[in-house]
């Protein structure tokens, strides 16, 4: 098993930046992929930003490319999710998680919500117009 804890979530003004953190303890050697997912109220989850445990390779949605970086720390089991000029349309609940995938992961397989095996609780970001 795999747990995973966001923290960083708050309340932003738009334009505004935040930066979230997910630790990561446990079996994490069963897991080699990390992303990041959000869902807005009423909507379903989505993906945002992936990274290798490597570091080597990202993938990071078209909705928020330019704006978000994700980044990772192995000696800390650390992922980031850098946001930058942050748009209302950006409230939801940010949901990290943690993928085995077999091979070399794909930008396919690093967007697919089916691949991730483990989450954590949910960080709430809000931004205000």
């Known amino acids: 098993q795999v747990q995973l804890v966001e923290s960083g979530g708050g309340l932003v003004q738009a334009g505004g930046s935040l930066r979230l953190s997910c630790v990561a303890s446990?079996?994490?050697?069963?897991?080699?992929?990390m992303g990041w997912f959000r869902q807005a109220p009423g909507k379903e989850r989505e993906f945002v930003a992936a990274?290798?445990?490597?570091?080597?390779?990202?993938n990071i949605a078209v909705s928020v490319k330019g704006r978000f970086t994700i980044s990772s720390d192995t000696a800390k089991n650390t992922v980031y999710l850098q946001m930058n000029s942050l748009k209302p349309d950006d409230t939801a609940v940010y949901y990290c998680?943690?993928?085995?995938?077999?091979?070399?992961?794909?930008?396919?397989?690093?967007?697919?919500?089916?691949?991730?095996?483990?989450w954590g609780q949910g960080s709430q970001v809000t931004v205000s117009s």
């Open positions: 998680a943690a993928a085995l995938v077999r091979g070399l992961p794909t930008a396919r397989d690093m967007g697919n919500i089916g691949t991730y095996n483990y």
């Open positions: 446990g079996r994490t050697f069963s897991s080699n992929v």
């Open positions: 990274i290798t445990r490597s570091g080597a390779s990202t």
